[in-house]
């Protein structure tokens, strides 16, 4: 094949290019060329084969994104590999194939559709833009959408779909990730995000329906005129605000709160509705962050999108509030999911608490408030909190001694959710959830982690505590006093060669020998050794892991001096991340010696298992 010709319509039909010399890619080439109407992305691909970029070309068009966490996330751009126009289009014909077999109704029930601010030039995409396609691909089936009119926090997606009675809802987001990246996330009729069968099926119905469907399916600035579209905005956050009260115990001690709360948005879509929130709770508004207010898809006031880095990036928060003497920093990611809070201390530091810390707070304050209106013992039988397997053990410290339920689940909120909806269905009540990356749930409002219902809690219960001369740091002193301090961290090392990391793991498992994993960590012998990978756990009778197998790679060591340390690959970043934390028993605990002992085994985790000189892993600065 010397010559391809490009087949994007009529008036490029004659434009001929040079062969990049390999058939299979030439054919790729070709099949986008023939099916992308996006001009920009298309000149994109122009321009990678004029210059020659076979390697790039193939990284974008040899290989298809799979459904990681409840959909697909990548960096935005033409290619097969990456988001744009045609692959959402793509991703949305599948969808619908899987919905029409599964909801006889479908056509009566139809889809929620919400997105954030996301956008990139070059790429010719935004987030409305792809959310508008995705409604344009199911009005093309007679399928009615619910699309919001503007952007939206992504727990309003699943709101809306269990609101709404919707057999299913998408979400144009990326959360966090850094600005070139955008994502697909798909919620099932329950309000949780989708997990296996459905991902796998779904990926399976859109290798069926590649080729767009017709020219109705771009047709992206004529979906809200359709008698099949509504907006639910309206009604969505006037009823989302209404359960919030809910949450709300403490009314009368908000509407005189002392406290001055600092609110950063991190340039997302959070304002308004955080606004809102404090509100529905009674509270003054949290001064806002003017420079991270708006939304921004270029981030321009931080090097990382990502509130869970700490410190390092709620720097002009912490400004703001030195500024305006408000105690309380608030921030929401740019979708508005996950919450990071800090707390100026005695003197003039700052307290930037983990997810960890925040959890013990959180499941304290709920449980708290539920005792307050349920004093007899037994009625803790159906009360659950939930978290992650790589999350603190803290809940199940307390749910211990106070007598409800406690249960972990494999990494990721979309497990959570499917679990409580599991529970629910039994009667049973989940009153707090959370995974150790700042995402918590509070209450039973949505089955998905949200930032902007938990900004309001932690006002309400920072207020309370006011009025008991306590702050957040002071009560979770008291709350480890109680039930035993945890002692935990959590970072990452960046990997970008995913066979360097099969190649890491896979020597883990081999540690002695052909199937024989490692017998210590830093000279402390290993109890049991979990693989949820393999399905292997040493610590059950007959080896198999109660918590599900994942395709990704997560192995957890129990250590017989009580700590427990987990190495797991990100599904959605280049990530290999490592958990330790150490569990003490409640009462007076050495804090410095266990810091100490928990900072060898983490520092022993990382040089004899990952090797990040050798493998040339990048860590991330803790």
């Known amino acids: 094949m010397g010559e391809y010709t490009k087949l994007n319509g009529d008036v490029n039909a004659n434009l001929r290019f ?19 109407k996006n001009s920009s992305t298309v000149a994109q691909l122009e321009a990678l084969v004029a210059r020659r970029c076979h390697a790039e070309l193939r990284e974008r068009l040899l290989s298809r994104m799979s459904f990681g966490t409840a959909g697909l996330r990548a960096k935005m751009g033409a290619g097969f590999s990456r988001i744009n126009d045609l692959t959402v289009i793509q991703t949305t014909q599948g969808l619908h194939s899987y919905l029409s077999r599964f909801f006889p109704d479908l056509s009566t029930r139809g889809l929620v559709i919400g997105f954030d601010m996301r956008g990139q030039e070059e790429s010719g995409c935004t987030s409305e833009r792809l959310g508008k396609l995705t409604a344009a691909v199911m009005l093309s089936r007679g399928v009615p959408v619910h699309l919001f009119s503007t952007f939206v926090p992504t727990p309003y997606v699943p709101y809306a779909v269990k609101k709404l009675g919707a057999a299913a809802g998408v979400m144009i987001t990326a959360s966090h990730n850094p600005k070139e990246d955008n994502g697909y996330k798909v919620y099932w009729c329950n309000g949780a995000q989708i997990a296996s069968p459905h991902d796998k099926e779904i990926l399976r119905c859109i290798s069926e329906q590649l080729a767009p469907w017709s020219d109705a399916c771009w047709e992206a600035e004529g979906v809200k005129t359709s008698p099949l579209t509504s907006d639910p905005l309206p009604h969505i956050n006037r009823c989302y605000m209404d359960q919030l009260q809910a949450l709300c115990f403490h009314r009368d001690l908000n509407t005189v709160c002392p406290l001055k709360f600092v609110h950063s948005s991190f340039h997302g879509v959070g304002h308004g509705f955080v606004q809102k929130a404090f509100q529905t709770f009674g509270f003054a508004p949290p001064i806002a962050v003017p420079e991270q207010r708006d939304p921004d898809p270029n981030f321009s006031s931080v090097r990382c999108p990502n509130p869970e880095e700490g410190q390092s990036v709620l720097e002009l928060s912490l400004r703001l509030a030195e500024r305006e003497n408000a105690r309380i920093v608030l921030a929401t990611d740019p979708d508005a999911d996950r919450l990071a809070v800090a707390e100026k201390c005695d003197g003039c530091d700052w307290k930037v608490f983990t997810g960890n810390e925040l959890a013990a707070l959180l499941g304290w304050w709920m449980f708290f408030n539920w005792r307050e209106s349920h004093p007899d013992a037994t009625d803790c039988e159906n009360v659950y909190m939930l978290a992650t397997t790589v999350s603190s053990k803290i809940l199940q410290s307390i749910a211990r001694i106070e007598g409800f339920h406690f249960e972990e689940t494999l990494p990721g909120f979309k497990w959570i959710g499917n679990r409580i909806h599991e529970l629910s269905k039994t009667g049973n009540t989940v009153i ?55 002692v935990s961290k959590t970072s990452y090392v960046v990997c970008n060669d995913p066979s360097t990391i099969d190649r890491i ?31 292997y756990d040493s610590s059950q009778p007959d080896r198999r892991s109660i918590l599900p197998v994942t395709s990704s790679h997560m192995i957890s060591f129990s250590l017989q001096s009580g700590v427990v340390a987990t190495l797991r690959t990100s599904g959605t ?50």
């Not at 039973?444 to 920072?462: F, H, I, N």
């Open 432 to 486: 707090f959830a959370f995974e150790e990356s700042i995402g918590f749930l509070c209450g039973t409002l949505v089955p998905e982690k949200d930032g902007v219902s938990c900004a309001a809690v932690v006002a309400e219960m920072a207020s309370y505590l006011q009025t008991k001369n306590l702050s957040l740091n002071q009560q979770l002193l008291n709350i480890y006093q109680t039930y035993g301090h945890h």
């Open 18 to 36: 040079q062969s990049t010399g390999d058939p299979r890619l030439d054919e790729a080439v070709n099949q986008w060329l023939s099916w992308d």
């Open 505 to 535: 793991f896979s020597r883990i498992r081999n540690f002695h020998g052909d199937g024989s994993y490692p017998t210590a960590i830093g000279g402390i012998p290993i109890k049991h050794i979990r693989d949820v990978t393999t399905g």
């Open 573 to 622: 970043e280049p990530k290999i991340k490592h958990y330790t934390e150490y569990c003490a028993a409640p009462g007076n605990s050495d804090v410095s010696r266990l810091e100490e002992e928990l900072s060898k085994v983490t520092a022993a985790l990382l040089d004899d298992f990952l090797e990040p000189e050798r493998n040339n892993l990048i860590r991330r600065c803790v």
